[in-house]
């Protein structure tokens, strides 16, 4: 395994000043969004599919710093029903384009949300369900049956085409696939292109454990963020972790993402990238910087001191 830096954290930085200072933190390996959520600071993605001489200088930058761009993201919902979902659609194919013309494998991204029925036009996460109210499954063989499986089977047949091998699906909240039964599903319905970017945060805060996720997972770990997150004591205690406050209250939070070790010890890390490297995973851990509780600077050198202390034991 080997550390790499997701970039938008450095998004206030050009293009070539960013690689510079990921060169200076000792890393080699970059993950670059092209769009959906992120405004996609370093790559326009317009250009780079239109201009060879703009793709060639953009690889030329890099080789220049000994850094490698190990995927693509394009993280949003292209299940979202309305012009939001229209343009991320467009975002994802351009992005699996781009990566044919850069020779990227891999894409990492979200699996999408859709909304509850053909009539709403806001995409719904249903997080709870029994026997009542029966609607409630209704609703979610809708969005798995007749929006987000035909999707996905169209987009991984644009992927194969494109030559990417690996969707990397990042485990995150408001989506279909959110942990690993929710990924086979997905996985079991459209083929193997399809696997997981195992960011363990997202599955900490809901209350799942990352290594027994991991085993669970195996060869379907196809990308690993590096990122923590801190359950705040006296309030997840009182409210649990079902959390709507924005992510910049983060005093008010039942739970906050921060950088790597404030949330869990080096001890639980290690474990963790031990069970990664015993089940075969020798990708890259893409550090996602997003501390909100103490600045970008401090979280990045907190973060890239813990990772390479755990990733290289």
Known sequence: ?????????????????MLDKVA????????????????????NLDELLENDLSRKKFIAELKERNIELCALNCSGNPLDPGELGKEHRAVTEKTMELAKLLGIKKVVMMSGLPAASPEDKIPNWITYTVSWPESLQDVLNYQWNEVAIPYWKKLVKKAEDCG???IALENFSSQLVYNPETLFKLRN???????????????????????????ELGNAIYHVHGKDVRMERGLVDVNGVMETKVVTDVGSRAWNYVAVGCGHDMQWWKEFFSVLKMLGYDGPVSLEMEDL??????GI????????QAISM
């Open 293 to 298: 509780t103490m600045s970008v600077e401090a």
């Open 164 to 166: 990417v091998e690996k």
């Open 24 to 43: 200076e933190l000792g890393i080699h390996y970059v993950e670059m969004t092209t769009g959906g959520w992120s405004p996609a600071p370093h790559i």
């Open 301 to 308: 050198k907190t973060s890239v001191d813990a990772l390479k």
């Open 189 to 215: 319905a459209v083929g193997p292109v399809v696997g997981l970017n195992l960011d363990p945060s997202h599955l900490l805060w809901m209350g799942a454990d990352p290594i027994a996720s991991a085993r």
């Open 1 to 17: 395994m080997e550390l790499s830096y997701c970039t938008d954290s450095m998004g206030n930085l050009p293009f070539e000043r």
